[in-house]
């Protein structure tokens, strides 16, 4: 079963096990006072776009961290295991850690081809990549500080990050890679060491090119993982459902990550409908499955996630289950979002119940 640590406020800390935890993937809905969500529903920022927020820069902070405690009671409501911050703090994924680097130009952005096959503005590496400071390490302390139950950060990996960056200085695709997972190791330290029980690392682009991620990504990945101790996840997708619309029925790069350092492997399976067999192909990861189709608006009946949960139990044992939605749930109305999180709560405690006869 999953062991995750538990806090409260006086201060003490003891392990817990838990059968089918749940958690989101990392994102929830920012609330339309923070941000313009009909410009962020129409992008995936790889540089800053800060004319997205709707609050004056000498009240953002103190915005974001009241969006923050929203997202926090919001999961605790919904009756989720595992407690992220939403990235309420974040215009992407990626592009909070990524432009805070030094070696980066995001003034004068550079241009890569993204997933859709478009060109889009992205970080343009200048010189030696350094992360001169914790990036995401207020974030972790606000969010541990906000709930009692088990946390999880997230972070942009080094392979996805280098596919989202001109390179103007090393020339080179696996050097950017590794100076990219050298800056991620220190900020997974920091992080683990600040309290998370879960640091979860975002690696969608390995999907997008396979070949290059078993040329140099696993290796870049697990040089991100270096010396860590703690639980990590790698979250591979097809892309935001807002944004991909057409999604292949399986991954291209997936049983590669059966010999990585992490030990659970994020997968999206409910809008793609995917031939859960595949999980067989990673016999050593914990599994955490995608239940929740962040394509449709229709909110999932529990029993409807019931279902999808059993028949992952055809191919992995419960207890190397954590059950989530497909992906991030940041373009999702937040109402939408919200009845879609407590199914998915409702529906891995049936599951939960009858394997435990509770």
Same mark, same amino acid.
Do not use: H
């Given at each position: 079963m999953q062991r995750f640590s538990r806090r409260f406020a006086s201060g003490i800390c003891y392990q817990f096990a838990m059968l089918l935890p749940t958690s989101l993937v990392g994102s929830y809905p920012q609330p339309e006072?923070?941000?313009?969500?009909?410009?962020?529903?129409?992008?995936?920022p790889r540089v800053r776009v800060d004319e997205l927020w709707l609050v004056p820069p000498d009240k953002l902070e103190v915005a974001?961290?009241? /969006? +923050?405690? =929203?997202?926090?009671? %919001?999961?605790?409501?919904? *009756?989720?295991? $595992?407690?992220?911050? !939403?990235?309420?703090?974040?215009?992407?994924?990626?592009?909070?850690? /990524? +432009?805070? =680097?030094?070696?980066? %130009?995001?003034?004068?952005? *550079?241009?890569? $081809?993204?997933?859709? !096959?478009?060109?889009?503005?992205?970080p343009r590496v200048v010189g030696p990549i350094r992360r001169s400071r914790p990036i995401e390490l207020r974030d972790l302390k606000f969010l541990r500080a906000n709930t009692g139950r088990a946390v999880k950060a997230t972070l942009p990996?080094?392979?996805?990050?280098?596919?989202?960056?001109?390179?103007?200085?090393?020339?080179?695709?696996e050097a950017v890679a590794l100076a990219y997972a050298a800056a991620v190791n220190a900020e997974i330290k920091d992080l683990f060491a600040a309290g998370a029980d879960v640091v979860q690392i975002d690696e969608p682009w390995m999907q997008q090119h396979p070949d290059k991620a078993r040329q140099y990504g696993l290796k870049a990945l697990d040089r991100a993982l270096d010396g860590v101790t703690g639980t990590v996840a790698v979250h591979l997708c097809f892309g935001y459902a807002a944004v991909v619309h057409d999604k292949p029925p399986g991954y291209s790069f997936l049983p590669e990550l059966d010999g990585c350092k992490a030990q659970q492997i994020s997968i999206e399976a409910a809008q793609p409908k995917l031939d859960l067999k595949v999980l067989k192909e990673l016999p050593s990861k914990t599994i955490i499955l995608g239940v929740i189709d962040l394509a449709d608006v229709t909110?999932?009946?529990?029993?409807?996630?019931?279902?999808?949960?059993?028949?992952?139990?055809?191919?992995?044992?419960?207890?190397?289950?954590?059950?989530?939605?497909?992906?991030?749930?940041?373009?999702?109305?937040?109402?939408?979002?919200?009845?879609?999180?407590?199914?998915?709560?409702d529906g891995a405690a049936m599951v939960r119940r009858e394997l435990t006869g509770g």
């Open positions: 006072w923070l941000i313009d969500r009909v410009k962020l529903s129409k992008q995936v974001q961290d009241d /969006a +923050t405690v =929203l997202a926090i009671r %919001d999961q605790e409501r919904a *009756g989720l295991d $595992i407690v992220t911050d !939403g990235e309420q703090r974040r215009e992407s994924y990626s592009n909070r850690f /990524a +432009t805070a =680097l030094n070696g980066i %130009d995001i003034d004068n952005p *550079g241009t890569v $081809i993204n997933r859709n !096959g478009r060109p889009i503005p992205v990996g080094p392979f996805t990050m280098g596919k989202q960056a001109q390179d103007d200085y090393y020339k080179d695709e909110i999932e009946t529990p029993q409807i996630v019931a279902d999808r949960i059993r028949a992952a139990l055809a191919q992995v044992p419960a207890e190397r289950l954590v059950v989530a939605p497909d992906c991030g749930m940041k373009y999702l109305p937040r109402v939408v979002a919200f009845g879609k999180m407590r199914a998915m709560a």
